[in-house]
């Protein structure tokens, strides 16, 4: 598991900007566009929003441990799907003061106790780390179908971003498969502008630089990230110019199809 390096109050700080930001969204939605599809297949917006409420329920009462409380979530979401969305909104906004709370109160310690995870056995604010990622891209599911303006600067965008580049190497070494001895860098523009570099020398492996890549990919936080997490087609972005290839093009292209990770 990549070693988490977030602390409890920048922890905190991602999930009152991103609460709040789901909150402030959904007390504006209708009930019509509760129902409208998501970017997440197969589910409407409110299913976006009943799927971070439920998680947060049972966070709420689980303590890390090997035993992931995926038992608990299933029973809030099937109880949180009987309502409108207007009240999954009540419900977030409860939950969500009370993690807040839960989080304040937590020691380094605390978020250090090791239980299960997404992404293996791990330290708990590795866990939160994910969650934040989470609870933006659940967030977006419902913002761009709906055509509301993205969220691309804050401190849920930035862990977002984050989670991209520890998945990084496998998107280039396992997902596009790029051949040994060659090199990519995606540039990622906007506020947060990064660029993300990978050499691929027996393995794939992320580096901090990279004076000649091989291939490059440029697009903008939102259409990487949508990339990223599956809720896109690339036809779309590299036909309209939210993605550019460069270097050795067929490679390029090679990368800009693969760097979904999850979905």
Request: with cysteine.
């Amino acid at each position: 598991m990549q070693p988490a390096s977030t602390t409890g109050p920048e922890l905190t700080a991602a999930f009152r900007e991103c609460f709040g930001a789901m909150l402030a969204m959904g007390r504006t939605l209708t009930e019509q566009q509760w129902e409208h599809p998501s970017l997440c297949p197969g589910w409407s917006c409110k299913d976006a929003l009943v799927h971070v409420t439920s998680a947060e329920i049972a966070f709420a009462e689980w303590t890390p441990s090997p035993d992931p409380p995926m038992d608990a979530i299933v029973a809030a979401s099937r109880e949180l799907r009987r309502r409108s969305g207007a009240a999954v909104v009540d419900a977030f906004a409860a939950i969500t003061e009370r993690r807040l709370d839960q989080f304040a109160s937590m020691s380094e310690v605390e978020f250090d106790r090791v239980g299960w995870s997404p992404a293996g056995s791990g330290p708990y604010r590795r866990y939160m780390e994910i969650r934040v990622f989470d609870h933006w891209a659940h967030e977006h599911d419902i913002r761009v179908p709906l055509g509301l303006p993205p969220r691309v600067d804050g401190l849920g965008a930035l862990q977002s971003l984050n989670e991209a580049h520890i998945a990084f190497g496998y998107l280039v070494g396992k997902r596009a498969a790029l051949p040994d001895g060659t090199s990519v860098t995606v540039h990622v523009t906007g506020p947060l502008s990064r660029d993300l570099h990978a050499v691929v020398e027996g393995r794939a492996r992320v580096v901090n630089e990279l004076a000649d890549p091989t291939c490059e990919v440029t697009t903008d936080l939102l259409t990487f990230e949508l990339l990223c997490c599956g809720r896109i087609d690339p036809d779309g972005p590299l036909t309209d110019g939210r993605v550019t290839l460069g270097g050795d093009l067929p490679l390029a292209e090679r990368v800009a199809r693969n760097l979904a990770f999850t979905i």
